[in-house]
């Protein structure tokens, strides 16, 4: 396999600007403008390839005033596997913090709404005169059903109540006539 090298940003040729040389790459290679600020601080716009190929991409940005740098892939692969990997931990850590704000501000308010409604109530209970400072409106969204459910499962009570009555019927005949069980 051969060595693989990437282009670096090394310098612009004397007398551009920045911008300008911006806009142009932009234009010849069709980037965003987010990809060609990038490249300007150290990032590579191109992926690793072999000598020839990236030398071939020199002279492209050569003739837009980009002195570049060629850099050998195994001498940056422990660094750029460290950062890269420090890079998405750290992209993940932002992603859980900016959940974890979020939600809080939606606790926040409503906290804040739940606040204003029980003030806003404990305000009319006051207008109406109310003798009972505590006097609080706990009503619910929903009905509440007073009449209890059938039960499906009565058998087992049912046969659990005749098993103790014969049981006990049969221990008050042995009381009664003893006889009668003795065999």
Known sequence: MSE???????????????????HAL??????SPKQAQAFFTGRSIFAPSDKAKALKQAKVLASLGIRT????????????????SAAARDEQILAALDYITSSLIRLEERLDDMDNRLNDQLQQNSSN???????VDLSLDEELELAPQPSRKRWPLFTLIA?????LGVLALAFIYPELLTF
Not at 5 to 21: K, M, N
Not at 26 to 31: A, D, E, H, N, V
């Open 26 to 31: 932009q234009q010849k290679l069709k980037l």
């Open 129 to 135: 005169e109310v003798n009972d400072d505590f006097a």
């Open 4 to 22: 693989q090298y990437r282009l670096v940003f090394a310098s612009l040729d004397e007398g551009l600007e920045q911008t300008e040389v911006a």
């Open 163 to 167: 098993l103790i009555v014969l049981l």
């Open 69 to 84: 740098r060629l850099q050998s892939m195994q001498s940056t692969a422990n660094g750029t596997a460290n950062t890269a």
